[in-house]
Each structure stands twice: as structure tokens, then as C-alpha cells.
């Protein structure tokens, strides 16, 4: 059959032959492209659940495949590629080869939540990206990514002390990355906000910084966090078969 | 006890329900808030019907011009029913016009609201003159002047008709299918085709549910000979470049993005219940289901049996209907209603 469409298929799954008889027909060349068979034989059936115990992929059982949610994406305007329509039906397939193609566009999501509001089935495809992208980094497919570091910065210290302080959040998260302090930016950006700053709220600062004040009878709700983040970590790895 | 049956409704199956009843000798009262018969293929201009063929106007007017010639019907229109008191066999019915009438039962023919496609902006109704809806069409066919876009009067060259507008969608509570859309946009679209050969038609779909034999003579042959593009995706925008409409969606099969110019976008809009369920439920004393349609038993032991004994309700103020089959809900219900007579009679002595 001639490939009308070539575009839609892979190159490397394109063969030509230079001299290649079949029966006594000659298909060599141009005019007679092959197309490598696909053969899936390696399904996870269990993806969709997997990606189901993960928080915000509950309900990636209701799609229906109509791309309400691609349509209205705000990454996909920018980039095609950033399909979450297609990711949701590889995920409910279990092609998993499919979507560690497009691992590392998972997690670009920039939650705008457009999608939320145009599903007909109330799929909740903001949350479901959510939890693919978790589902990839903890399946060790991707590295811990940068704004997954900043997140779990951020949340440290507000277990910690309830509170959050910026000049702290900065340090960790150029820690955590692996980045110098001593960044052109910064520096420039300190030395403006020092210029600028009215006194009180700079000695404020200072004192925070040096300090680090928690929120008053901060005890009972930090251990009630530390005890959800705890079985929210053994809930995730349960549901992902890990250790 | 031969006191009339009323009959609340003059579309298709209240229509059906007073044929039937006259047929069999049978008095019936037809009250219709409009000023006259026909209910929404009539009032709201439908073309074509499916899977008939037949003009609406031919087809549902028949019905009206038989019912309006019997003796055995007294049709009440612009009036509504404010007060339905008594019991099976003897019930009192007071009008909106300050008449009151003697009835042994009522049948519910109330049918349904078209969507107003106001409530999905997205889609342009309401902002560009050329995005109309499938009953506007209906219209534009039935009416002799052949479909034309509302901005200025041309034909238009490429339309688009986007399916489960106002139905199969929790972002605006009306999670049913409406049933007769997609079969209803197929046949418009190859009436598109027929009237306008070189307009190309392409439709917008989740499912197709042309369902039954109409997946031949409708959803088949729209593509087959009528040349019909059927593109699966919910399309997320519709604007405009100062000229022509402007799609902006996916086509899913080959997972590639389409922005597309048309000329003309068609919304097929759902069913929804009755805007004036509420009140009809609270003059009947009847039952709605949760999506706000009259709620009915189970058809096992007899057809269109609501909450209240001795109030029947039949077609689409039940849900999503089909003219045919509310036609026939009209004349089994007729029969639900003479069946009671008797019964309540012997009941009472």
C-alpha cells in the first residue's frame, strides 16, 4: 500500500531497499518504503492504576479520548508535542515504551487548569499530568525535577517551623541543584532590594533569617503533617510496587 | 365513568395520545400552552424529519389537522394548567384561562427545552452571527431559503457541525445523551451537501450514536455518497480572524492540531428537560427524575405510570426522545389512561 502520510511515521521505522525481490517482484527503492511492523508485547496493565493511586490521577478511568484537553492546553499551543490527551491513552493502554518517549515533557505542565474547566468527564487532567510525572520520577525514569527540588524545599520548612523564608528557600533550592550562591542575578537583585528596602522590614528580615521563628503551637500540626507526608510516601510506593 | 382524559401538550405524543383516544370513541381535553398544535417540530420551523423523510410540517400538521377536525378532542390552546385536584377517575382541572374541566385522567406530553448554546462560550453562539444552532438550520431549510450564513446572506463554503453541544458534559450538569442529534446533524449535513454541492461539511464528534437502522441511511451514507468528514475531537475554541470562523482543535486519530477557517459553525444542541418542570411537577403532584425529567415507573406493568395514580406521562418529558417513538408513547399511554377508568370506577364502588 502506498504511504500517503509519511510524516506520521517515525523515521526510523522507514526502509527502503536498494535491491530486494519478494516473489519475484523487484520492491527496491523509493516507490516501495517499508513501515517496521509495530509490535507491542510488552503492555503494563497495571499503569493505570498505577497512575490511579498516584494523587490527582483518580479519575483518568473517565476519559474518552475527545481532546477537550489538548485542545485548550496551554502548553500544547507552544509546544504539539505536550499532548496530554494522547499520554492519558497510552497510560489507560499501558504502552509505557510510548510514554517514556515523552518523558521528559510530562512534567511541563504549567497547571493553568484549563483543561479542568473544558473535560466533559471531569477527568482532571491537571491532576493526572500530576501524576504521571510523579509516576516517572519515582519509577526512576526521570530525574528529580528542578521544581519538584524547589517544592520539597518548600515544604521542609514549612514542617519545620510553619513558616517560610525566601533568603532560606533561595539557599536550599541552589543546594539542592547543585548551583553557586554567588550568581550575577542574585547579587544585583540583593543589592537593589538592600537599596530599597524601608529599615524596620530589613531588621524584620534579618531577624527571621537569623532566628527562624515558627508558628506558635506549630508542634500538633507539624505532626500531623510529617505522619500524612509519611503515609502518602508509603501509599505511593505501595501503589508503584517499590520496596 | 366516561369523563375525558386530558392531555397536557400538543406536540407528538399528546398529539398521538388525542388521535388514539378519539379512534377508539374516547373524549380527551388537549390543553397547549402555545396558540396552536404541533409542539417543537411545528413551533420551532423542523425541516425534514427522521427517519421519515417527510416535511415536518406535512408529517406533525397532519396529525394536528386530524386531531383539530375530530369531535371527540376539545383542544384548549394558549392555556396551561394551574390546578389538578381529586382522584383517579374524578379529578378537577382548573385552566389559565379561569375554565376548569371534569377528567378521569391526565397524561403528561410537556415535553422538553431546546439547550440555549449560550451556555457553552467557548463556541461562539452569541458572539459571531454565523455560528448558529442545528434547530436554526432546520429553519433556514424548512423556511425555502436554503442554508446561508446570518452575516451576510452567502452560501457558505465550508461548515462545521459540532456534536454533544449542551449533552455528555458534567462542566455544565447534563451528563445524558440526547439521542437524536447526531442522526439529526448527519441528515443535515448531506441536506448541506445536496443543496450546496460544493460546500464541504465536516462533523465534530466523541461518539457517533446514530443508533439502529440509522447507522445505515444516516451516519454510512453521509460518508459514503454524501462525502461528509466525521473529525473525532471536542474542539476547544471557536473565534474568528475578521473574515471567517476560526476552529481550533485536535484531530485524535492522527494526533495532530488543526486550526480551521469555516464559514458557517453548527451547534447540534441536546434536550433538556422542560424549563418548566418544576411547576408542571408541583401542579400534578408528580415525581422528577434527577436530571429534572418527569419521573415514571418501570414500562413492565403499564407504560408512562408516574408518581401520582391516574397521571401518565409520555415522549420526551420523560428524557431524550425520538419523534417516533414519542408518537408511540403517546398512543400506549392513551391506553394506560382508558385502562384506569374502569378500574378506579369499580375501585370507588
Known amino acids: 500500500m502506498p504511504i500517503h502520510e509519511k510524516s506520521l511515521i517515525r523515521p526510523e521505522d522507514l526502509t527502503e531497499h536498494e535491491a530486494l525481490e519478494i516473489d519475484g517482484v523487484d520492491v527496491s527503492g523509493h516507490w516501495s518504503t517499508f513501515i517496521e511492523t509495530r509490535v507491542v508485547s510488552d503492555y503494563n496493565e497495571r499503569m493505570e492504576e498505577e497512575i490511579a493511586a498516584l494523587p490527582g490521577g483518580e479519575y483518568i478511568h473517565r476519559c474518552w ?24 491513552y497510552l497510560a489507560r493502554m499501558g504502552f509505557e515504551k510510548e510514554l517514556l518517549r515523552d518523558k ?41 525535577s528542578p521544581s519538584a527540588s524547589f517544592d520539597a524545599e518548600f515544604t521542609e520548612q514549612i514542617v519545620a517551623t510553619g513558616k517560610i523564608e525566601e533568603g532560606r528557600i533561595i539557599r536550599g533550592f541552589f543546594k539542592r541543584t547543585g ?47 510529617e505522619e500524612y507526608l509519611v ?7 505501595r501503589a508503584l510496587n517499590l520496596d | ?56 410540517k406535512d408529517a406533525i400538521g397532519g396529525m394536528v389537522s386530524r386531531v383539530a377536525e375530530s369531535d371527540l378532542v376539545d383542544v384548549r390552546s394558549g392555556a396551561r394548567v394551574t390546578e389538578f385536584t381529586g382522584a383517579p377517575g374524578a379529578f378537577t382541572a382548573t385552566l389559565s384561562n379561569g375554565e376548569s374541566c371534569q ?39 424548512s423556511s425555502g431559503k436554503g442554508v446561508y450564513c446570518p452575516s451576510d446572506g452567502r452560501a457558505p463554503e465550508r461548515v462545521a457541525i459540532l456534536l454533544c453541544v449542551g449533552s455528555r458534559d458534567r462542566q455544565i450538569g447534563r451528563e445524558w445523551c440526547s439521542k437524536i442529534c447526531c442522526t439529526v446533524s448527519a ?40 462525502r461528509v468528514k466525521y473529525i473525532k475531537s471536542r474542539v476547544a475554541e471557536v473565534t474568528s480572524d475578521g473574515n ?72 420526551a418529558a420523560i428524557g431524550p426522545e425520538t419523534i417516533d417513538d414519542s408518537i408511540a408513547q403517546g398512543q400506549a399511554v392513551a391506553m394506560s389512561a382508558m385502562a384506569l377508568s374502569p378500574l378506579a370506577a369499580a375501585a370507588a364502588e
Open chain 2, 103 to 141: 377528567v378521569s385522567a391526565a397524561i403528561l406530553a410537556t415535553g422538553f427545552t431546546h439547550f440555549d448554546s449560550i451556555n457553552k462560550p467557548e463556541w461562539g453562539f452569541g458572539t459571531y452571527p454565523d455560528v448558529v444552532t442545528t434547530v436554526q438550520v432546520e429553519q433556514m431549510i
Open chain 1, 104 to 144: 521528559d515533557l510530562l512534567w511541563q505542565c504549567v497547571s493553568c487548569h484549563k483543561c479542568t474547566h473544558a473535560c466533559p468527564r471531569e477527568v482532571v487532567p491537571e491532576g493526572v499530568m500530576k501524576a504521571m510525572a510523579t509516576w516517572a520520577e519515582l519509577k526512576g525514569h526521570t530525574a528529580v
Open chain 2, 244 to 315: 471567517r470562523l476560526l476552529i481550533k482543535g485536535e484531530d485524535t486519530l492522527v494526533k495532530r492540531p488543526i486550526a480551521i477557517p469555516f464559514d458557517m459553525v453548527v451547534h447540534a444542541i441536546g434536550m433538556d428537560p422542560n424549563v418548566e418542570n418544576d411547576s408542571i411537577a408541583k401542579v400534578f403532584g408528580v415525581d422528577l427524575q434527577a436530571e429534572g425529567n418527569i419521573a415514571h415507573q418501570s414500562n413492565y406493568g403499564g407504560t408512562g405510570v408516574t408518581s401520582r395514580p391516574g397521571v401518565f406521562v409520555a415522549g
Open chain 1, 65 to 88: 479520548q475527545c481532546s477537550a484537553c489538548t485542545n485548550v492546553c496551554t502548553v500544547n499551543d507552544l509546544n504539539p508535542d505536550f499532548n496530554p490527551r494522547y499520554w492519558i
Open chain 2, 187 to 226: 441528515n443535515i449535513a448531506m441536506e448541506i451537501r445536496e443543496q450546496l454541492p460544493e460546500c464541504s461539511v465536516y462533523i465534530y464528534y466523541m461518539d457517533i450514536r446514530t443508533f439502529g437502522l440509522n447507522e445505515i441511511k444516516y451516519y454510512w451514507r453521509s460518508q459514503e455518497e454524501y
Open chain 1, 179 to 225: 548551583q553557586p550562591l554567588r550568581q550575577a542575578w542574585l547579587m544585583e537583585m540583593s543589592l537593589r532590594l538592600a537599596k530599597h528596602l524601608p529599615i524596620l522590614m530589613g531588621i524584620k528580615m534579618a531577624l527571621a533569617a537569623l532566628f527562624r521563628p515558627r508558628t506558635r503551637n506549630w508542634g500538633k500540626s507539624q505532626a500531623a503533617i
Open chain 2, 1 to 56: 365513568m366516561t369523563e375525558p382524559i386530558l392531555i397536557v401538550g400538543g406536540g407528538p405524543a399528546g398529539l398521538s395520545a388525542a388521535q388514539a383516544l378519539s379512534a377508539v370513541g374516547r373524549n380527551s381535553i388537549l390543553v397547549e400552552k402555545e396558540d396552536r398544535l404541533g409542539g417543537a417540530p411545528i413551533i420551532s420551523g423542523y425541516a425534514k424529519l427522521v427517519p421519515s423523510d417527510e416535511w415536518a
Open chain 1, 231 to 237: 503515609e502518602r510516601d508509603a501509599a505511593n510506593k
